[in-house]
Every structure is written in structure tokens, then in C-alpha cells.
């Protein structure tokens, strides 16, 4: 009984731990508080990202369809470029299906991560918004407002889009 109590407790520091640092992450970006920005090529870091999360690839048994029409570089400090792409592809990972299909494109000045999943149960609207789940009790909600925080703080931006089956982060 007592290491069911232990474990739950450690379970929610864990919890809380990643509530701060991603909050801290946050206010960092809202004041301003980055430099050092490098030129990062795109194709390098997602196949560095991808090898990262292959355990997790294989282990739900997804497929990885890359297509790089051109190599485009994005100018980033290195360390928030590493943040943004383990968010979305982590994304692309959880929120998919057994055995489905993860799309990643570059074409011009275009990214799109696209997963196979379920289809959205509600308004999409709020998907960036900071604490916000459709699956509260495995996150924190502040995967998808990181993302947006990293690429507004560079002036690109980030859409969501639900088409022919399948979520895209363009």
C-alpha cells in the first residue's frame, strides 16, 4: 500500500516538475529572454528528431513518410529548434493511431506534420491554448502553446487543420 502511495506521489511531482518548466519555458519566450540564434537546416534536424523518437515510432508501429522538396534553413536558437520539433513530432506520436501514418513535407517555406487519428470531438480552435487536452488525463496541455509561443517568437507562424483524415500542424 505504501509503494502505491509512493508511486502516485512521485508520479505527481513529475507532473508538477513538467508544469514548471514548461511554464518557465514560456515566460521566457513571452519576455523576450532568447538570443543566439544559429541557421538551422530542417531536413538535418527532423531526421535527428525522428531517429530520437524511433523507439516510440516502432513501438506503436507508425509510418514515417518524409518528403523534403528543397532543404530550407530556419534561423533559431538551437535549443528551442529542439523543443519545437520533439513537441511536434511527440504530437504526431501520441495523438495517433495504432499502426498509423505520420507525413512530414517541406516544400518552399512550408512545414507540414501531418498524423493519422481521430477525428476532433469538439471546436479546434483552442488547441494552442495554454492547459488545454482532448486527453486531460495524459497531458498537461502545453505542448501545442509551446510550439506556438517558439514560432511566433521567430515571426513564422502555425495552423491547424483537420482534412481527409488526418491532423496537420502546417
Not at 531536413?43 to 508501429?61: P, S, V
Not at 522538396?69 to 534561423?75: A, G, K, L, M, W
Not at 479546434?124 to 495524459?138: A, I, L, V
Amino acid at each position: 500500500e505504501q509503494a502505491v502511495l509512493l508511486s502516485d506521489a512521485a508520479k505527481s511531482v513529475n507532473k508538477l516538475f513538467n508544469i514548471n518548466k514548461g511554464l518557465t519555458l514560456l515566460s521566457k519566450l513571452e519576455n523576450k529572454q532568447f538570443d543566439n540564434a544559429v541557421e538551422i537546416h530542417l531536413k538535418t534536424l527532423l531526421q535527428q528528431r525522428l531517429q530520437y523518437f524511433a523507439d516510440f515510432i516502432e513501438n506503436k508501429k507508425l509510418t514515417v513518410t518524409e518528403q523534403y522538396q528543397n532543404d530550407i534553413t530556419i534561423v533559431m536558437k538551437a535549443s528551442l529548434a529542439e523543443i519545437l520539433f520533439d513537441n511536434l513530432i511527440k504530437n504526431a506520436i501520441q495523438h495517433n493511431i495504432q499502426g498509423g501514418k505520420i507525413f512530414i513535407t517541406v516544400d518552399h517555406n512550408l512545414l507540414k506534420i501531418s498524423n493519422t487519428g481521430e477525428a476532433p470531438k469538439g471546436p479546434t480552435t483552442n488547441y494552442f491554448d495554454r492547459f488545454y487536452s482532448q486527453k486531460s488525463q495524459n497531458s498537461l496541455g502545453l505542448g501545442l502553446s509551446i510550439i506556438k509561443k517558439i514560432i511566433e517568437y521567430y515571426s513564422y507562424s502555425i495552423s491547424y487543420n483537420y482534412e481527409k483524415d488526418l491532423h496537420q500542424l502546417s
